[in-house]
C-alpha cells in the first residue's frame, strides 16, 4: 500500500516542500529502514513518520540541509523504535509452541487441580500449626507484602526479631511440605 501523499495545494509552501521530500525520498528512506531489519510490515509506518515528524516542524520549508534532517529524523525514529520493544519486552518474547511448551490443556487437567488443592490446605494445616505471633509476622511478610520494617513498627518489636520469627515459620513449612 503505498501513502505517497495527494497533490499539495500551491498556496501552502510547507505542503509543497513536504510533498517534494515525499517524492524524492521516500523510496531511499524504505531501503535506510529495510537495511536496518525493520519487518517489512513497519516500513511504510516508520517512513510515513518520518515526514509527519517534518510537517510538525515550524518554518520546514526554509531549512537548510533538510536531507540530513530527514535522515536524522529516521534514525531517531529508530532508536525509538528500539527504546520501545525493548521496554515492552517484545523482543524477549517467545512465541508458544506445543513442541515445547506441551499442551496447555493437559497440564490443568483434574488431576494437577486435586493435587494443587490438597498442598495448599496442608499449607494452611502447617501455617496453623504457627505460633500465633510467628503466623500473624508470616502472613504480613507474605500476604500482606510488608517489608520487615513496616511489621516491625506495626507490631512495635525489633526487625532481628521479625527475622527469627520468619526463620522458624520457613523452617517448619519446608519440614512439613516436605514430607508431603
Known amino acids: 500500500m503505498d501513502r505517497s501523499p495527494t497533490k499539495p495545494d500551491d498556496s ?21 529502514f529495510t537495511k536496518r531489519r525493520i519487518p517489512k510490515d ?4 516508520l517512513v510515513q513518520d518520518v515526514f509527519v515528524r517534518m510537517a510538525s516542524r515550524p518554518e520546514v520549508e526554509s531549512m537548510e540541509r533538510l536531507e540530513a534532517y530527514l535522515f536524522t529524523t529516521a534514525a531517531n525514529l529508530l532508536r525509538d523504535r528500539h527504546r520501545r520493544l525493548t521496554f515492552q519486552g517484545i523482543s524477549a518474547h517467545e512465541p508458544y509452541d506445543d513442541s ?4 496447555a490443556v493437559e ?18 494445616e502447617a501455617l496453623f500449626e504457627l505460633p500465633e505471633r510467628t503466623r500473624a509476622i508470616f502472613t504480613l511478610y507474605h500476604i500482606e507484602d ?26 517448619h513449612l519446608i519440614k512439613r511440605m516436605e514430607t508431603l
Not at 100 to 103: Q, Y
Not at 146 to 171: C, D
Request: proline share 5%; no cysteine.
Open 12 to 32: 501552502h509552501p510547507k505542503a509543497t516542500v513536504i510533498a517534494s521530500l515525499s517524492a524524492r525520498f521516500r523510496t531511499p528512506l524504505r531501503r535506510f
Open 42 to 45: 513497519d516500513v511504510d509506518d
Open 100 to 103: 515445547l511448551h506441551g499442551d
Open 107 to 124: 497440564t490443568l487437567g483434574p488431576e494437577r487441580t486435586l493435587l494443587a488443592t490438597q498442598i495448599v490446605a496442608q499449607l494452611v
Open 146 to 171: 510488608l517489608p520487615h520494617q513496616e511489621i516491625s513498627r506495626r507490631l512495635g518489636i525489633a526487625v532481628s526479631t521479625i527475622e527469627k520469627h520468619m526463620g522458624r515459620a520457613n523452617a
